[in-house]
């Protein structure tokens, strides 16, 4: 599944790993690197890497958090909020891709024994 993210994703220069962090922004901004490290239950240096790519190609930029100088802020750009709904567009064409042959019941049942295990494992590193 990540090939198809990452050949969808590749005419706007964001990688597979990334798209998460660009969509997470743009729902929730302004947010600090930290809180959307938790958010996303990924790790800082990945996200610290993530978003310093996603600056790089112009789609996120960092701001003092007024209320706390030791925290930057992360918005989208102008070009961020333009790709955004490219990057949605893609994510569907790969959706529909792999839900080929497959029920709502059967994907439905899909994603909530995925959410499952990703509760199970979250609340065995939480333990």
Do not use: C, W
């Not at 990540?2 to 964001?14: D, K």
């Not at 990688?15 to 690197?33: C, D, E, K, R, V």
């Not at 989208?76 to 994510?91: F, H, Y």
Request: proline share 3%; no cysteine; net charge neutral.
């Amino acid at each position: 599944m990540q090939i198809l993210i990452s050949a969808e994703l590749a005419p706007y220069r964001i990688g597979s790993g990334q798209y998460i962090f660009l969509m997470a922004i743009a729902f929730q901004q302004p947010i600090t690197q930290k809180a959307l490290s938790e958010k996303l239950l990924i790790d800082k240096t990945t996200t610290a890497k993530a978003i310093a790519k996603l600056e790089t190609e112009g789609y996120v930029q960092r701001e003092v958090n007024p209320a706390d100088n030791r925290y930057q802020l992360l918005y989208l750009t102008d070009s961020g909020r333009e790709v955004v709904p490219q990057v949605q567009e893609a994510l569907a064409r790969v959706k529909n891709k792999t839900r080929k042959g497959i029920t709502d019941e059967e994907y439905d049942l899909f994603i909530r024994l995925l959410k499952t295990v990703l509760h199970n494992l979250t609340e065995q590193e939480e333990a």
